[in-house]
């Protein structure tokens, strides 16, 4: 079998995906940094491994971080190795953390955010409305970043002033480029702030996420302390770097296809179409790194060996023709059935899909209905993804917002 270097500046993530299809079910991967992993590419293998609980996420499975070969300034170290917490952990503990999570991410409860993702959302439009007519703006700073990091922060109640430093720490946290001297303290750094948040809110609780984390650990839950900073740190880095990517990929797909972007603005196909077709075709979430082989599985006709680590290539099954038909590979917002993975499968399903949904489904009609002539500053060949192995992200979208509704033309 092949090998396929992951490229650490992401330079063709489509190609790459494709190349991985083309290996088969079950490839080898190299991922920067030179650790070899197995990555699932098609829909149906990825679903039953997902659901499969001779797969784990328990790090000491690993063959090779047994064997001492996965140093601690390895980049992805706090992808591979984030601490205790649902992310990290199978069975009976990952039930009992996921549940306390779940609980203050139901639909129902998410839905109560809703006029809260509006007045954010309109707040944005109004300081977008505000800029300079006529020159560019790079919409994923302006306007994609803001609402996700402030809704999400919201829901775990951490302060506003300390969004930069968080938007630094996870920049490098991500990033494949970040320098191996620098991964050691900046592990150290995020767990300081995110202890510092928790101690916060320990001494002043408040209606919010974090706050009802530490009452349960007082109340019989037993969370222990790591738990409950590991679990804040989760939930702020998949819940705004997700909804991000979603928005700026939901803009990128319809303005480099102009005959469905008309026919979304006129009602012709919904939202919810665009949202679920953008994130199959184009999803936020490139590879989710990383679960562990309790013995040697049969992925199609390769075998899983006991011991080695597995990445879920979604950018890879998200165009696999076995499940979607001769027309995977192409971005129709009116696809329909449109059964994707792209918020996981099975107990280890993402907690906050619903709200990602929700943000997307409030934030993008309102961009298009403000700014209807909103077009690319630069041909789609020249935007850029951010060296991020695990996250189809851009550095940025410039766009020309064109005339407001409403507004003058000059």
């Known amino acids: 079998m092949t090998r396929i270097a992951l490229d650490p500046f992401v330079r063709d993530l489509d190609g790459e995906s494709a190349a991985l299809r083309a290996a088969g079910p079950l490839a080898e991967v190299e991922l920067p940094g030179g650790v070899h992993v197995y990555a699932v590419t098609r829909h149906a293998e990825a679903r039953a491994l997902l659901t499969d609980s001779r797969v784990v996420k328990d790090i000491n499975v690993w063959n090779a971080w047994r064997r001492g070969e996965i140093p601690m300034d390895w980049p992805l170290i706090g992808l591979a190795n984030p601490g205790r917490s649902m992310l990290t952990v199978d069975g009976a503990d990952h039930r009992r953390l996921r549940t306390l999570v779940a609980q203050a991410l139901t639909v129902k409860r998410v839905e109560r955010l809703r006029a809260g993702i509006e007045a954010l959302t309109n707040a944005s439009l109004e300081k977008l409305a505000a800029l300079p007519a006529g020159e560019p703006v790079d919409l994923k700073a302006e306007f994609a970043y803001p609402l996700p990091m402030n809704v999400v922060s919201e829901l775990m109640g951490v302060d506003a002033a300390d969004h930069p430093r968080l938007k630094e720490l996870f920049e490098k946290f991500f ?3 970040t320098p191996p001297e620098e991964v050691p303290q900046m592990m150290a750094d995020l767990g300081t702030l995110f202890t510092k948040i928790v101690d916060d809110k320990r001494a002043n609780p408040g209606d919010d996420l974090t706050s009802a984390l530490i009452a349960a650990s007082e ?186 509704f409403g507004g003058d033309k000059k």
């Open 219 to 404: 109340n019989g839950d037993h969370l222990t302390d790591e738990e409950i900073v590991n679990t804040l740190q989760l939930i702020i880095a998949a819940g705004h770097e997700t909804t991000i990517s979603l928005i700026v990929n939901v803009v990128e797909a319809l303005q480099t296809h102009p005959e469905q972007r008309k026919k979304v603005l006129s009602g012709e196909i919904g939202w919810d179409g665009v949202i679920e077709e953008t994130l199959r075709w184009n999803t936020p979430t490139s590879h989710v790194l990383i679960r562990f082989a309790t013995e040697d599985i049969e992925v199609g006709d390769r075998i899983l060996p006991k011991g080695e680590g597995l990445i879920i290539s979604f950018g890879a099954l998200g165009r696999d023709e076995e499940q979607y038909g001769p027309t995977a590979g192409e971005f129709d917002a009116a696809r329909t059935p449109n059964r994707h993975i792209a918020f996981g499968h099975g107990p280890h399903v993402c907690p906050g899909a619903a709200l990602s949904r929700l943000e997307a489904g409030i934030a993008l009609p309102a961009l298009y209905e403000r700014f209807p002539e909103l077009d690319l500053a630069v041909p789609a060949s020249e935007l850029r993804n951010k060296p991020i192995v695990t996250q189809n992200d851009l550095y940025e979208l410039p766009v020309e917002l064109g005339c407001p």
């Open 175 to 177: 990033s494949t480029q």
